[in-house]
Nanobody, 120 residues
Framework: QVQLVESGGGLVQAGGSLRLSCAAS????????MGWYRQAPGKQRELVAT???????DYADSVKGRFTISRDNAKNTVYLQMNSLKPEDTAVYYC??????????????WGQGTQVTVSS
């Protein structure tokens, strides 16, 4: 069973940067589109960024130009570089399959996520 472990979150001032990592227990990234999601208190989980198995990326409008998703298949890890952070980016961040892959294959069990808090 694949396990996802997110890390790299923390407390940062507005305008700062963080790099999140998502490590998987198995060889999954090379055949899966992957995505980063976030959930703020009292809100539904939302999609932030995706990278297809072919390396095509897509971003939510709210993070476009500030966040960058990348992956290292050899390390079974996907990253999210977050720059110019805003207080509204505060949330717990998770990784999982991207929506297209989820529709075909289902989703992995959600990890514990990593908390990102941006102070104003």
């Amino acid at each position: 069973q694949v396990q996802l472990v997110e890390s790299g979150g923390g407390l940062v001032q507005a305008g700062g940067s963080l790099r999140l990592s998502c490590a998987a227990s198995g060889r999954i990234f090379s055949i899966n589109g992957m995505g980063w999601y976030r959930q703020a208190p009292g809100k539904q989980r939302e999609l932030v960024a995706t990278m297809s198995r072919d390396g095509i990326t897509d971003y939510a409008d709210s993070v476009k130009g500030r966040f960058t998703i990348s992956r290292d298949n050899a390390k079974n890890t996907v990253y999210l570089q977050m720059n110019s952070l805003k207080p509204e980016d505060t949330a717990v961040y998770y990784c999982n399959r991207d929506p297209r892959t989820m529709a075909l294959l289902g989703y992995y069990s959600w990890g514990q996520g990593t908390q990102v808090t941006v102070s104003s």
